[in-house]
């Protein structure tokens, strides 16, 4: 059991630009969520996956945001056309399919949007 | 909809004296409850949980929280904090008859002077 996993772990990029980050979870583990976190401030969900389906969305996810899980392994977050807005923590975490299961978090990327 | 305060940005304590951390909830029915710390570079990392039974619960690293439905409480508490433990604590809620997704505090961050 190496954890979770998450690449890269800083990203710096101009507005505009496209980013992808990608998660590993722990291997056994159903769930993945996708958390935001900002300076100051406590992780804020944005998405989860049972599986490889995408189960629900905070509205804090634009259009400008996606997430797939292809293959109920890794997942990937697409942000396009960053604005500086989206500079953050984007925390990854999984956990077994009970819901009161803990989640395991990754380090995080770190996100810069110039 | 449930949140959390967590009222006390920061925290400064000696090493060796205790602690304890604040944490309210706004719930209607009975929530689960649980208490996260991250350290620089880590991800969050859960120190207890709470979802019935025993109001006081025990966690890792010799901390421990009780839940107080009178005052919609969860505070973390340790009898005698080490330098180790400086870094960011986090209180989460999420709803037993709703989503399961948690909501976080903004953080409390520990100083522990020597």
């Known amino acids: 059991d190496t954890g979770v996993s998450q690449d890269p772990r800083h990203k710096i990029t101009k507005r505009g630009q496209n980013v992808t980050f990608r998660c590993d979870p722990i291997s056994e583990h159903n769930r993945l969520y996708w958390y935001r976190q900002t300076l100051g401030q406590g992780p804020e969900f944005l998405t989860y996956?049972?599986?490889?389906?995408?189960?629900?969305k905070s509205r804090l996810l634009s259009d400008r945001f996606s997430a797939e899980r292809p293959k109920g392994s890794f997942s990937t977050l697409e942000i396009q056309r960053t604005e500086q807005g989206d500079s953050a923590m984007y925390l990854c975490?999984?956990?077994?399919?009970?819901?009161?299961?803990?989640?395991?978090f990754g380090p995080g990327t770190r996100l810069t949007v110039l | 909809a449930q949140s959390v305060t967590q009222p006390d940005i920061h925290i400064t304590v000696s090493e060796g004296a205790s602690l304890e951390l604040r944490c309210n909830y706004s719930y209607g029915a009975t929530p689960y409850l649980f208490w996260y710390v991250q350290s620089p570079g880590q991800g969050l990392q859960l120190l207890l949980k709470?979802?019935?039974?025993?109001?006081l619960v025990q966690g890792i690293k010799g901390f421990e929280a009780e839940f107080k439905r009178s005052q919609s409480s969860f505070n973390l508490r340790k009898p005698s904090v080490h330098w180790s433990d400086a870094a960011e604590y986090f209180c989460?809620?999420?709803?037993?008859?709703?989503?399961?997704?948690?909501?976080f505090g903004r953080g409390t961050s520990l100083i522990v002077h020597p």
């Open positions: 709470y979802f019935s039974g025993d109001t």
């Open positions: 989460a809620v999420y709803a037993s008859g709703g989503s399961y997704i948690p909501t």
């Open positions: 975490a999984s956990s077994s399919s009970g819901f009161t299961d803990t989640q395991y």
């Open positions: 996956f049972q599986n490889e389906a995408q189960l629900e």
